[in-house]
T-cell receptor, first 114, second 110 residues
Framework: NAGVTQTPKFRILKIGQSMTLQCTQDMNHNYMYWYRQDPGMGLKLIYYSVGAGITDKGEVPNGYNVSRSTTEDFPLRLELAAPSQTSVYFC?????????????FGPGTRLLVL | KNEVEQSPQNLTAQEGEFITINCSYSVGISALHWLQQHPGGGIVSLFMLSSGKKKHGRLIATINIQEKHSSLHITASHPRDSAVYICAVAGGTSYGKLTFGQGTILTVHP
């Protein structure tokens, strides 16, 4: 199994540009998550999904959109990039069945907005 | 909202020392996670626990639900243990929605 994969690894965007961060998992996990990690700060949840077709906001959803059309994929869309969105983005997945199980993290995408 | 506090923020040790990292949270939880973030940035889950104690190799995690406190211990520390250790909690029935501490930066010198 490849686990959780993310693309791209690094991207520079200009203010106002849009992009999609890709996330794929091959473990048949029902839950998937997007986090951002700012320097010196803890991880913060952006959006999460409990299954295909179901998404919900996390702590810091503004400026982002997600979709979950399949179990495997959970892309994160930035519509109008702003410098405040400069961060490292992690995708994660887990299998939840009445209790929380281990979360598996992707390698991260480093985004710089100039 | 659950607040998660870790201490210390930075920890330096000599190889072979016994290390303890602490985590306190403010409200009831369904589970507590300990994660390790390598210098290259990758994040790995070390433990998930809701009561008692778990051990994996030289790592031991304990939790006291009544005191809302958890500890991560590393025995016989090694330079390869140098990393950021992150505590995260899932509150109530919100299994997937983790609240994270800021992390503890551990440096182990040979």
């Amino acid at each position: 199994n490849a686990g959780v994969t993310q693309t791209p690894k690094f991207r520079i965007l200009k203010i106002g540009q849009s992009m999609t961060l890709q996330c794929t998992q091959d473990m048949n996990h029902n839950y998937m998550y997007w986090y951002r990690q700012d320097p010196g700060m803890g991880l913060k949840l952006i959006y999460y999904s409990v299954g295909a077709g179901i998404t919900d906001k996390g702590e810091v959803p503004n400026g982002y959109n997600v979709s979950r059309s399949t179990t495997e994929d959970f892309p994160l869309r930035l519509e109008l990039a702003a410098p405040s969105q400069t961060s490292v983005y992690f995708c994660a997945s887990s299998y939840v069945r009445g209790y929380q199980e281990t979360q598996y993290f992707g390698p991260g995408t480093r985004l710089l907005v100039l | 909202k659950n607040e998660v506090e870790q201490s210390p923020q930075n920890l330096t040790a000599q190889e072979g020392e016994f290390i303890t990292i602490n985590c306190s949270y403010s409200v009831g939880i369904s589970a507590l996670h300990w994660l390790q973030q390598h210098p290259g940035g990758g994040i790995v889950s070390l433990f998930m626990l809701s009561s008692g104690k778990k051990k994996h190799g030289r790592l031991i995690a304990t939790i006291n639900i009544q005191e809302k406190h958890s500890s991560l211990h590393i025995t016989a520390s090694h330079p390869r243990d140098s990393a950021v250790y992150i505590c995260a909690v899932a509150g109530g029935t919100s299994y997937g929605k983790l609240t994270f501490g800021q992390g503890t930066i551990l440096t182990v010198h040979p």
